[in-house]
């Protein structure tokens, strides 16, 4: 995750490394910064929404496609035998 926020020049955001700077009521530079700081401050909350909710969705195909294959595998035959059939294992 902090690979992708870093990425995204996203990090220091996230981290607390930029504070939201002080706004000053009629200066126009302050006014910009703090409008500057909440848009990527928000970019970064959105990046790390997005990223959390892929894992999960990771996370979840993972454990169904473990289930799965828990569920093939008992009906898997051991090697060597065959259904009642009167066949003998080649060996």
């Known amino acids: 995750m902090q690979a992708v926020l870093i990425k995204n020049d996203a990090w220091a955001y996230v981290s607390g490394f930029f504070a939201q700077p002080t706004h000053v ?27 959390q909710s892929q894992r999960a969705e990771a996370d979840q195909r993972m454990r169904d496609l473990e289930g799965r294959l828990a569920k093939a595998r008992k009906h898997i035959p051991v090697q060597g035998t065959r259904p009642e059939s009167g066949h003998q294992p080649r060996c």
């Open 25 to 51: 009521a009629g200066d126009a530079a302050s006014a910009s910064a703090t409008k500057q700081w909440k848009v990527n401050d928000s970019k970064a909350k959105s990046d790390y929404t997005f990223h």
